[in-house]
């Protein structure tokens, strides 16, 4: 049988997009193939938020022209927010490519692989009316929103992934099991906008409705959600993650800008102070020990330095366990690219980040040391870099030093007690408490 890859370059959303066009993939005979080069069909998942995932996927486009020259049999395809309503501008760029297709857009695909190779109508039904992970992770991504509504000036997503779709609620649950049968123990619910979750359903269910859903599934150890919106994170959700015991305690709210000025220019709806707000309200219910993450955007056009001081400033007081941080790059397409200059120098734009990433490597080795001597629980997810690893409810990367325990055989999909020995700033290390 031919063989297939998936190159995946982004967020959450693109890997889980990727694994699921790999259940198709399989689920028509393909075989799978480590190397993109050495595919007899490969797809390129790509993200064009960043000029940086931009570039390297054009970088791989390049590669696989040679390999496409050398083979014209081989079949390139490119999907993903890289690929816009019309392809015609990238069909002359880059004519190497096969197939484009949008973000999601798994049927065009998985019939055109049909197509060429012979593959009966029935099989691809099959295919295209289950889209689970085969193989997945003891913790993987289950997307439950598709596309946004919120058309920030600086992001290009509600233009290639369309606007806000929910999943049914009943269809979810069903794939929650599903997953619990193939060996999953936690999960984490994507969206854009995971907060908006069901204001598009007939019966209005929330994303707390969801996670009570899913909180019964038999097998399912740990519930995580991402990415949300402070807009729509309301006080029902923040209540769930207090009364679900399978809810972990960890919470990602990107405020993107400390400053008014720069917030309504990205037009994201909400000042500094109504941020903050919402972090009071989440830390009144669920606790000064919750985990917060956030994302941050330094030298959007025209901020200034006072601004970006600003920025600094709730970094300082919020104390984020972790910030994902990126310096502005103009998308073309969006309302920022068409309105609003590049002001900021890149040597600025540089400055800037790594400021920002100076200020929050202190806090969170700080935040980090404080857990040595602690015990904590993680679920082993897999081996890195010579070490079994896992992560706590808070999220924390936690590495297993088992070297007085070479006894213990511990194993992916495992929940073990370990005592906090080491830290840095971005994990831990433990030693099992046997």
Known sequence: MPSYNVWTVGCQMNMSDSERLGAGMAGLGLDLCDKPEDADVVVLNTCVVRQTAEDTATGMLGKLKKVKDANPDRMIVVMGCMVGPSDTDLRRRFPQVDLWARPQDFNPILETVAFRHGIENGDLDGCLANLVPNDPKVATFVPITHGCDKFCTFCIIPYRRGRETSRLLPELVDEAKMLVQRGVKEITLLGQNVDSYGHDLDDRKDLADLMEAIQDVDGIERIRFLTSHPNDMSTRIIQSIADLPKVCETVN??????????????RRGYTRDQYLEKIDEIRDILGDDITLTTDVIVGFPGEDEEQFENTIDIVERVRFDKVHSAAYSERPGTVASRRLPDTVTQSEKKRRHQRLDAVQCAIQAEKHAGLVGTSTDILLEGRKRGRMFGRNRNDKIVYVDDGAH?????????????EVTEATPWSLVGQPTI
Do not use: K, S, Y
């Open 406 to 418: 070479v006894d213990c055989n511990v194993r992916t999909g495992e929940t073990i007690t370990v």
């Open 253 to 266: 709210l990107p405020f993107q800008a400390g400053d008014d000025v720069v917030l309504a220019n990205m």
